[in-house]
């Protein structure tokens, strides 16, 4: 490998919420990083040790063991956005700008480029890093599985994983009660993991924001299963999904992220309406951060890593400016400019959509 390189000193950080594959992803950036005769700065707790100065220089032997650990070595935080950095005076939050800082720590570790970890928001901020001064690489993390211009991100695989086994698990207690069982997922206001999990799962019923649903068309699925001798069914919903006509479920609000609504609690009240409706015995599971926690899977801990590795050769090749993504098989490299224009939502045709259909899922509109 490893021609001399001007690039010396990198930064690593991850931010936003975390999700398995991103210890893998650092070990995907560091090992390779020695090779090139360059120094990793991992930068703590995402933006924020951007912006508050804390780092601590990664080597071969602290990312050694790492590749199947969730979480993140480094730390993260959805609250650390330098453009819209929240302080609490006297029970009061007030946003400011804070991007001075990480330009100033950015000069002060002489730091060539850093290579920045994250979703749709860590994307964002790395444009507005970018327009600074500031040489960047993102690496596409979200366990909802939402930017356009990556075919996946990791983390959802995994996340998938965790919702087949819940709904595996479910199926055995559902039937043996004869129950609905509702499993609340997350994903924001993309489906896919909803899509995917239920997909795996054998749900019976998978409700996604892209899909708005009839109260009508759910009981109706689970009065034929009835009618088919079949006295359990399993809904899977979204965290974003919505009935025709009706506003997303909440469950907070949070100002000092960028987007600060806190989806959550449609599950609980598409069980509650199915029992009402139903007159059927009704239970509901919500996966909440299960989903994001625990050891990758294969899947993501080689899709991590060779994002990993691609991001640093970006750098050593001073391609900067740049967000690694998946297209087919293949690792390339989008502007990140480009990546955060669209957010990749489930298409009704999408083949997953429709292969559901063709095993009798019902998506609540028909
Ligand atoms: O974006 C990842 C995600 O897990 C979403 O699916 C979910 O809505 C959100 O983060 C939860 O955020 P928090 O960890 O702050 O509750």
Redesign the pocket.
Known sequence: MAADSQVRRIGVLTG??D?PGLNAVIRGVTKPAQDYGMTVYGILDGFEGFVEGKSTVLRDNDVSGILSRGGTILGSS?KGDPFHWPTEKEGKIDITDRSQNVLKNYKAWELDAVIAIG?DGTMHICKKLSDLGINVIGVPK???NDLDATDMTFGHDSAVYIVSMALDRLHTTASSHHRVIVVEV???YAGW?ALHGGLAGGADVILIPEVPFTWEAVYNKIHKRELMGKRFSLVCVS?GARAVGEEFITKGKDIKRTDPI??GGIGKVVADNIEDNTGRETRVTVLG?L??GGSPTPYDRILSTKFGSFAIELASKKRFGYMVALKGNEVVDVKIEDAIQKQKLVKPKNQAVLAARAVGISFGDE
């Open positions: 936003g919420g999700c959805n979703g979200t366990i909802d997350m994903g924001r993991i965290e806190q989806l951060h989903q994001r």
